[in-house]
């Protein structure tokens, strides 16, 4: 259910009026008002090399029957790539794809580089009740060492290695100061197993995820 349309109207618009009491997004052509499902995005970022796609891999079958795992990286196509606007159009898609996956009563789980700045001004945000952020980060040594260790295909060069690294330190320099700020969790020494425990327990909080099928 695309909540940018109107149901009754057909009315289209690129920002949504929401009554968060409803919720309802209300159509400003007609005045329809379509209740909807408010609910909390939860986002896994930080610089790659830090682990999102393992831990992600790992979360899956912990978080398959309640909610939705989504790897940012897969609507990365050219018609989407505006980094003149800070990449909005992007970033709106995914917020737009989110509101309609959520109308099947699930939360999302979006692993990706995001950051408070990217999400929180869009007009698709008033879509959710909170979006919450956890990056994972790690030692500059060993996050340039993974990069390089990538396949070539990925195309980790050594001026695209050090943009990341300045990247990872204004997260670190920055995290409890964005609004909302952002969680830190460093997967330096971390099994990736551990890792992955945290995360699940910072996105359900629940203690422990279930055992894993032997």
Known sequence: MNLLICARCGARTDVPVVD???P???CADCGHRQPFLRL???CVTGPSGTGKS???RLLAPWLADRYVLLEQDVLWLAGLRDPADDHRL???AWLRMIAMIHQSGRPAVLCGTVAPPEFEP???RALFSEIRYLSLVCDPDVLAERLRNRPAWR????PRIAEMLEYAAWIDENAERLSPPLSLLDTTTAPVESTAA???TWITGEDRPPARPV
Request: net charge negative; proline share 12%; hydrophobic share 40%.
């Open 40 to 42: 909390p995005v939860y």
């Open 90 to 92: 992007f970033r709106s």
């Open 54 to 56: 393992t831990v992600a």
């Open 20 to 22: 968060p009491d409803g």
């Open 155 to 158: 195309q980790w060069d050594e």
């Open 24 to 26: 309802v997004v209300c």
């Open 122 to 124: 869009l007009p698709e």
């Open 198 to 200: 945290a995360v699940y």
